[in-house]
């Protein structure tokens, strides 16, 4: 079947850089996407959605980016914490579903 | 607002035991989800209700789990007999609707010896 999926598995970035979490897809009748955040020993966490209508959307210090032509999300962290430390999912979810597929996930480590 | 609760936070057991889960989720949330979260993967769902009512349950294994939401608050999910390969981390999460985020608990370990 299809499914999402991340470029790379781990990232390493300095403490006070930005952050770009990348996520690729496959199925074309994705309408809805969301990243979410898991930390050690807890649950994922909400960060950020959005639909196929929007190509960028903004929350505090995240930015997700939707290029639907080449089927790429991204994640877009500013002033990266070490609170930031976790793995990142992205999901998606096609039109004619309310099913959420997850991909394998990306491993943010923050240096000091 | 008080996030979705489950319990037990760990279960060890051996194999062909069965075990049970619970998860209370958030207040007013009519969508509940159950996911199976191997080491080192996303979470995959195994059965969503609405209200009481089973929305999809396609990848839950029925040979061996069973889950139920009876009055369409609390919901248990039970694993009878378990195998090795159910380590994992069980999930429950909610949304108000089929069409909001979804929001997790942290889970129940369950490591079958």
């Known amino acids: 079947g299809e499914s999402v999926g991340l470029h790379l598995p781990t990232l390493s970035v300095q403490e006070g850089d930005n952050s770009i979490i990348n996520c690729a897809y496959s199925?074309?009748?994705?309408?809805?996407f969301i990243w979410y955040k898991q930390e050690s020993g807890k649950g994922p966490q909400f960060i950020i959605d959005i639909r196929s209508n929007m190509d960028k959307r903004q929350g505090q210090r995240v930015t997700v980016l939707l290029n639907k032509t080449v089927k790429h999300l991204s994640l877009q962290i500013a002033a990266t914490q070490p609170g930031d430390s976790a793995v990142y999912f992205c999901a998606e979810r096609p039109s004619n579903d309310y099913k959420l597929s997850f991909g394998a996930g990306t491993t943010v480590t923050v240096r000091a | 607002e008080a996030g979705v609760a489950q319990s037990p936070r760990y279960k060890i057991i051996e194999k062909r035991q069965s075990v049970a889960f619970w998860c209370n989720p958030i207040?007013?949330?009519?969508?509940l989800y159950w996911y199976q979260q191997i080491l080192g993967q996303g979470p995959k769902l195994l059965i969503q209700f609405q209200n009481n009512g089973v929305v999809d349950d396609s990848q839950l294994p029925k040979d061996r789990f069973s889950a139920e939401r009876l009055k369409g608050v609390d919901s248990t999910l039970k694993i009878q007999p378990a195998k090795l390969e159910d380590s994992a981390v069980y999930l429950c999460a909610s949304s108000g609707t089929l069409d909001q985020p979804q929001h997790f608990g942290d889970g129940t370990r369950l490591s079958i010896l």
């Open positions: 207040s007013g949330h009519a969508t």
């Open positions: 199925n074309s009748a994705s309408d809805y």
